[in-house]
């Protein structure tokens, strides 16, 4: 069954269960009220009172019967008295046999008792040896129409009470219903949209009640997830291309390499010098395939959470001084500058010093990429503040635009395009896999321009973590 049937139904359910409540309640009331009082005299005929009184005034012992039933006529009521089973005065005009065989069965007391025999009302007492009936045979039309013309209007009254409630019932239902469907409708729509892939049109929905929250939390959830799926798309663009690119950059060095063996197997390098130029370039060359199969195996490592971090106590400047000095040789070459800054005393932390070297490599290797200075100098600066151990990476090159330093460490994120494509062989995960690192130590990662790029690395003091 449908929600607004159910409702249609369990409304007018209602409304007639209440009504016919009513009813029998109040069916029952009148009831009771029937034998309440004076043994119910107040629902028969009026005048029961006068006659019930003219009974009890009487003294049997004067035998003036006719007296007493010219009292009793003048209320309607006619008299019968009886005396050890026997007639002693009748002025009964109803069928008498079957009216006084009705009233002697009845038990009498001094009291009286009243009620309806044979479409009549009778008062009926015990005095003095006599049993005393005052009998009114009209009662029938007396009291008796009159409560069926009160009541039976009243069932009328009470009966077109109920339709009209019941349909103005139904009538206001509909319309509670029809408000209650129109925005489950709506989102049953949004829902089949969002099944078959239509994430672009949101669910409609003006009201102010409390499906209005739910219809705005469903729009919320459509469009996180299109942007959700345009992030994915972009992220497996930018996977793809990196893999294509990488892939593409290994065909380079990997023919050269061959070039140069096959160039030693034919003998064309014929001297030692030209045999040890041939190998160092091929050397070189394999090392380029190195750095390219790395970065493959840093980017499968990031997708599955596996990337190795095996932590042992040291000196945070005391590695920088040893990445230096393994820097220093090629970075001269290339005439690059570094300098180093090291605040005096121990500086220890827990690092995995792999992993830590190749976020030092990564951030030379940005700057050398894209610091763009000539000469380029860099600069790495270690010192203590609040607890933490603080490294700042600093070149003197041209920075970074305020609007993209946000996105420098977001994975596949390359802020310059031409720049890149110019390069060639930007992959947009070496800042990510800063990141990645240092907040796997349990540190933090800043970026800021002043005269330059500056990259600011905080990481727990080895002494905290000891406490710990």
């Known amino acids: 069954m449908k929600v607004i ?67 009793l006529a003048g209320y309607g009521y006619e008299l019968l008295v009886m005396q050890n089973n026997g007639i002693v005065y009748n002025s009964l ?20 008792i009243a009620g309806r025999l044979q ?49 103005l019932s139904q009538l206001f239902t509909r319309k509670m219903a029809y408000r209650i469907l129109l925005p489950l409708n709506a989102l049953t729509e949004g829902a089949e949209r969002v099944k078959s892939g239509d994430l672009s049109r949101p669910v409609l929905y003006m009201g102010k009640d409390e499906f209005a929250a739910v219809c705005a939390a469903f729009n919320h959830m459509q469009e996180h997830l299109l942007e959700e799926r345009q992030k994915n798309a972009a992220y497996e663009k930018a ?109 220890p932390v827990r690092i995995d010093t792999e992993q830590m070297n190749r976020v030092m490599a990564n951030l030379t290797d940005n700057a050398i990429k894209y610091a763009e200075a000539s000469p380029l100098q860099l600069r790495i600066s270690v010192w203590q503040e609040n607890g933490r151990e603080h490294l700042l990476f600093a070149d003197n090159g041209m920075g970074v635009p305020e609007e993209q330093l946000p996105h420098l460490f977001e994975q596949f994120w390359r802020g310059d395009q031409a720049r890149t494509q110019l390069k060639g062989d930007s992959s947009g995960l070496g800042l990510y896999i800063v990141k990645y690192i240092v907040e796997r130590h349990g540190g933090t990662v800043t970026v800021r321009n002043d005269k330059g790029l500056q990259i600011e690395l905080v990481l727990p003091s080895g002494l905290e973590n000891n406490d710990a």
């Open 5 to 71: 049937n159910r409702i249609m139904v369990s409304s007018a359910m209602l409304v007639v269960l209440s009504l016919v409540s009513m009813l029998v309640v109040a069916g029952i009331f009148l009831y009771v009220s029937t034998m309440d009082g004076d043994g119910g005299k107040e629902m028969l005929d009026p005048r029961i009172f006068q006659a019930e009184e003219q009974l009890n005034s009487f003294d049997p012992s004067a035998n003036e019967w006719d007296q007493l039933g010219e009292r």
């Open 119 to 167: 479409a009549a009302t009778f008062v009926a007492m015990s005095s003095d040896g006599y049993s005393l009936y005052a009998v009114k045979a009209e009662a029938e039309d007396g009291a008796g129409s009159n409560l069926a013309s009160i009541l039976q209007p009243a069932i009328l009254v009470l009966v077109a009470v109920i339709v009209v409630i019941v349909l």
């Open 239 to 347: 996977r793809i291309d990196l893999v294509a690119g990488i892939s593409h950059d290994l065909r380079t060095p990997l023919t050269s390499i061959k070039g140069y063996i096959k160039g030693l197997r034919d003998g064309v390098a014929g001297t030692p010098e030209k045999r040890e130029q041939y190998l160092q370039i091929a050397y070189r060359k394999s090392s380029e395939m190195d750095k390219l199969l790395q970065k493959l195996f840093d980017f499968s490592s990031l997708e599955t959470g596996n990337l190795p971090l095996l932590l042992a106590e040291g000196d945070l400047g005391a590695f920088v001084r040893d990445y230096a000095d393994s820097a220093r040789e090629e970075l001269e070459h290339s005439r690059i500058a570094l300098t180093l800054e090291l605040a005096p005393g121990s500086h």
């Open 93 to 112: 005009t109803h069928p008498k046999a079957e009216m006084i065989n009705s009233l002697t069965n009845i038990k009498l007391s001094n009291d009286g």
